[in-house]
């Protein structure tokens, strides 16, 4: 069964956006700065496992490297200002591996959302699908992924989709990019 890259890109995206919030909690010298990172740095990994991307290593790496920070044999050492340098120099890198998984998917469902808005424009103009508003709306969402399926002019960019993406995914894309009064 397929992953979904729907669910992936939104869970990364909701990741990256949360990182400015991190960065400035380092400007305003949070004494929690080292901990916000190492739950973010965890949310990512747990994502990119869930999804079995190999960059979760390198996301580990960088847990790691923040926590061997702690520990130290010099006389004086701090552990704090250590982790903190460290945390502060990996900061980068990490939203950049994020980003770096992140774009290849964006960019394959972003060309599967041109192509569903093609489909749902040309469903739309045979008149043969109308939404009623006591049919529940993923049923609606269903039968219009029925029909693209069945008509043989829609039937091309149907089974491109489905090369793509999960039949979730499609369902959920549908979803997004309807607008329902074309179906009115």
């Known amino acids: 069964m397929k992953k979904s890259q729907f669910i992936l890109v939104s869970q990364l995206k909701e990741q990256l956006q949360g990182l400015p919030a991190i960065v400035s909690s380092l400007e305003k010298k949070d004494p929690l700065f080292v901990e916000k990172t190492i739950v973010w740095l965890k949310a990512v990994e747990d994502i990119l496992s869930t999804n079995t991307i190999s ?10 490297k923040i926590l061997a920070g702690r520990i130290s044999d010099e006389r004086g050492f ?47 103009q045979t008149n043969t699908l109308v939404y009623h508003p006591e049919v529940k709306f993923e049923d609606f969402i269903q039968q219009i992924w029925w029909f693209i399926l069945s008509d043989p002019n829609l039937n091309p960019g149907g089974i491109k989709l489905k090369s793509m993406l999960s039949e979730m995914d499609i369902i959920m894309l549908i979803a997004d990019e309807i607008d329902i009064k074309d179906f009115s």
Not at 55 to 64: C, L, N, P
Not at 81 to 91: E, F, P, S, V
């Open 78 to 124: 701090n552990a704090k200002k250590n982790q903190l340098k460290i945390t502060a120099g990996l900061l980068y890198d990490a939203q950049n591996c994020v980003l770096n998984v992140l774009l290849p998917h964006e960019g394959k469902m972003n060309e599967c959302r041109d192509i569903t808005k093609q489909l749902l424009a040309l469903a739309a």
């Open 55 to 64: 960059e979760v290593s390198e996301i580990a790496g960088f847990r790691s």
